[in-house]
């Protein structure tokens, strides 16, 4: 069974504090790792895709990596704006469909 | 805007009821997803339909069911409705290029479901 955990559960930072959000993950065949953003109250907004440990994206403030068991979401100087929740989701191979598997998720709270 | 399009955004019921949740994909997606997501269980696959289907099954209880129709929209159909039903429920959809590489979902905004 496709698991992920993602840590810590909650994170305070004062705005321009840096950070890293951590996602283990236990999969049979990873085809993708996902990283959304969900604000309260809406659906999850797609980041990133990595597909092999080594990989890394970036977008604005925010850096994803991917190893064979693990994946990091660097916040480099975050803004009162990056305040949301972050999921991080496994998508398997093979015919299992191609849902997403998520974690329970890291809600960052940036103060100004 | 997403591109995918949930209705109604709020309902409010009784234990009990039977109600209907209604998803549009983004144009060209052909796979449709919808999850459950409560403060306590964070965001569950239930089901997964494509090109009116079904490709896959998750934690989805008996009293619920789904379908896909030709024009691809999607229903989700609660009913014996309990307490604990009580969440946001997430319609996705992705183009689904079968089993080669990563599909990207698209979430909408949700449909915010509270059984009195």
């Known amino acids: 069974e496709d698991q992920v955990t993602q840590s810590p559960e909650a994170l305070r930072l004062q705005e321009g504090e840096s950070s890293s959000l951590n996602c283990s993950y236990t999969v049979s065949g990873l085809r993708g790792l996902f990283w959304y953003r969900q604000d309260p109250g809406k659906g999850p907004e797609f980041l990133f895709t990595l597909y092999s440990a080594g990989e890394e994206k970036e977008k604005e403030r925010l850096k994803a990596t991917l190893t064979k068991k693990e994946s990091f979401l660097h916040i480099t100087a975050p803004k009162p704006e990056d305040s949301a929740t972050y999921l991080c989701a496994v998508q398997a191979g093979g015919n299992a469909g191609n849902m997403l598997t998520f974690g329970g998720g890291t809600r960052l709270m940036v103060k100004p | ?116």
């Open chain 2, 1 to 116: 805007d997403s591109g995918v399009t949930q209705t109604p955004k709020h309902l409010i019921t009784a234990t009990g009821q039977r109600v209907t949740l209604r998803c549009s994909p983004r144009s060209g997606d052909l796979s449709v997803y919808w999850y459950q997501q409560s403060l306590d269980q964070g965001l569950q696959f239930l089901i997964q339909y494509y090109n009116g289907e079904e490709r896959a099954k998750g934690n989805i209880l008996e009293r619920f069911s789904a379908q896909q129709f030709p024009d691809l929209h999607s229903e989700l159909n609660l009913s014996s409705l309990e307490l604990g039903d009580s969440a946001l429920y997430f319609c996705a959809s992705s183009v689904d290029w079968g089993n080669s590489g990563a599909n990207v979902l698209t979430f909408g905004a949700g449909s915010r479901l509270t059984v009195l």
